[in-house]
């Protein structure tokens, strides 16, 4: 495994790694906490933004997929996410709408506001008038920027992200090893194999791995940092 120095320098920690590249990469992030909604209405038609933190697209996928089930009536559900601390994962979708009317001015309220794993769709339900394109930018704008600013904004500590696979059998000691470690378990699964999804400081996650590499059942997989 790479070794890896940490020095905190004012909003960002400095990593040096064996090579001399030095990257630098920020200790906090603004995301929202929980999920939050807001309404446009334009000539009859509704627009009803909703944002969420989201840290990954399968995560998305799922998010979108329950907003289309309770707004099946809808005619389009447009959205724009972005996600990691360099925030340069990010996706737009206009669902039928026309090019760029939609999913940019969604992510441009994401942009404004400096958030990061964070996933803004807009339902619309169509009232029978056109609004054209400057009325629907103007429309999906403001649908996410109420849904954001109805929300709670919160800075995030950034952290390395791992997946752990085991035996049932190392089940406990592995669990005392993760919980000492003050790392946050975001999933869990004890079966014949286990799973744990786990989060923890940048600066504390090689002090936990050493520890966990002793279990000879364990496979772990970085997910990312973030």
């Known amino acids: 495994m790479e070794s890896l120095s940490f020095i905190k320098f004012k909003d960002y920690f ?3 790694v064996q090579n001399p590249k030095i990257l630098k ?3 906090t992030y603004k995301t929202l906490k929980g ?3 807001g309404l446009y209405k334009e ?3 509704k627009f009803i933004g909703i944002a969420i933190k989201c840290e990954d697209e399968e995560e998305a996928k799922e998010l979108l997929a329950k907003w289309k089930n309770d707004h099946h009536q809808a005619r389009h559900l447009c959205y724009a996410y972005r996600f990691g601390i360099k925030k340069d994962i990010y996706r737009v ?3 039928g709408e026309p090019s760029n009317s939609a999913g940019a001015p969604i992510l441009g309220q994401i942009q404004s506001f400096d958030l990061t794993n964070v996933l803004i769709g807009v339902v619309r339900y169509y009232g029978g008038t ?3 394109v400057g009325g629907l930018i103007n ?3 403001t649908a996410a920027k109420e849904a954001i600013e109805h929300g709670n904004i919160i800075e995030e500590v950034v952290k390395d992200r791992f997946e752990l696979y085991f035996d049932y059998a190392d089940m406990p000691l592995i669990m005392d090893t993760v919980k000492e470690s003050d790392a946050t378990i975001q999933q869990q699964k004890f079966e014949n194999d286990c799973y744990l999804k786990i989060a923890i400081k940048i600066e504390a996650s090689d002090v936990l791995l050493a520890k966990l590499e002793t279990f000879v059942s364990l496979k772990i997989e970085k997910i990312g940092t973030f």
Request: charged content about 30%; overall charge neutral.
């Open 35 to 37: 999920t939050s909604e």
């Open 139 to 141: 429309a999906y704008r």
């Open 130 to 132: 056109k609004l054209g």
């Open 25 to 27: 990469i920020p200790t």
């Open 43 to 45: 000539k009859g038609s």
């Open 14 to 16: 400095i990593i040096f």
């Open 93 to 95: 979708n206009d669902d």
